[in-house]
């Protein structure tokens, strides 16, 4: 009984309109069909975007602590000397991938881990310690003295993966 | 010529500091730029140090007639000597 009586009260609203009241209907209801479809199209958009970045971010920390906890088995002298420098082989190749997409998507400087791929590498490779044990020892054993500027070392440019992730969260 | 350094297991930059610094010093910056391509995909960085430093640096150290240092005694090898290429034991230890 209830529906006739709001079935009777629909048909006799819609008799009472005339043409330009449906044209106002239709209108309404196209821009809101539209407004939705925009609204779902946007969301999705940053949503990938900020998907993408969350992922980049990821990346970074990532790389960020294989180099921590390579030099944290470096400081405990349980590093073979002769898989130091394919292993910064290996994560050049890693970083440069990384940075080369930063550039491409963030615009952001693809040498700014520099330092960890290049500085670092000479910093050990080039030191006697490391040439003088290279061919015998199992693990290489670094003085004090040696430490220090690896410690140094860190102090100056652990900065850098804060700084790229910020770059990354502030783009575009 | 082309050198390709991809696909290796890496090198310490005094290595190809050496390698490619001894090839200027033995044959002149002028024929090496003229002979010898470098590849180096994986890792641009050793062509930009090897082009942009070692290059100059070697030239330099051959222009002054600094002697490379030697670390162990080396058979015979090439270098241009006057316009010729001549082999015969360069440098020596002590």
Redesign the interface.
Known sequence: MRNMGAIRITIDLCQSLDSSDWVDIVAIIINSILALWIISRLQNKITNKRVLKDHFITEIREIRNEYKQYLKNLYADSVNPKTI??W??LM??KV?DTMMYLNTKYKIEPTLL?PY??DL??LI??NPEFNNQFKDKIVLTLSPEFKTQLVTFQQTNSKLFNEIIVKINDAN | MTINLDN???????FLDEAFGNLIFDFTLENVKKTVEIISE????WKEMIESKTYPEWESRRKKGERPKITIDHLPWYRLQNNKIVCEIWEQLG
Do not use: V
Request: charged share 20%.
């Open positions: 420098i394919p910064f082989k050049n190749i440069s520099n791929q290049n590498r000479e490779t080039e | 290796t297991a890496g090198y310490a930059s005094s994986q890792e641009p960085y």
